[in-house]
């Protein structure tokens, strides 16, 4: 089981990064969004985690890095997913192609 320890310098927590769910951006803050639904609030941007993670974390607009193992099972409609919590996340235009690329991975 991977753990994500670089969440901020000062922190004690450890995460699993199997449960993370996705990363939703506040200003130069960041709320990830466990599987069991807790909300952990850091001070860190969203450009930072993505420089950390990988696969199959995606980032998928200016707000949200999401878990491709957290998508449901439906596809791509009107630049939107649907993650299996019911969160509807919209995707930008320039990363429709790259989140496409990523759901078919998940699949194959």
């Known amino acids: 089981m991977k753990t994500y320890k670089n969440?901020?310098?000062n922190s004690?927590?450890?995460i699993s990064l199997e449960d993370v769910v996705r990363i939703e951006a506040d200003i130069n803050y960041s709320h990830l969004i466990l599987n069991s639904g807790?909300?952990?609030i850091l001070a860190r941007t969203l450009k930072a985690y993505e420089k950390?993670?990988?696969f199959p974390f995606l980032r998928v607009n200016k707000s949200?890095?999401?878990n491709v193992n957290f998508l449901d099972?439906?596809?791509i409609l009107d630049k939107k997913v649907m993650m299996k919590d019911g969160k509807i996340i919209p995707i930008s235009?320039?990363?429709v192609e790259r989140v496409e690329k990523a759901i078919a991975l998940k699949l194959a």
């Open 73 to 75: 099972e439906m596809p």
């Open 93 to 95: 235009r320039r990363r």
């Open 12 to 14: 004690k927590i450890d």
């Open 7 to 9: 969440l901020h310098p």
């Open 64 to 66: 949200f890095i999401i």
């Open 52 to 54: 950390d993670l990988s």
């Open 38 to 40: 807790q909300r952990i």
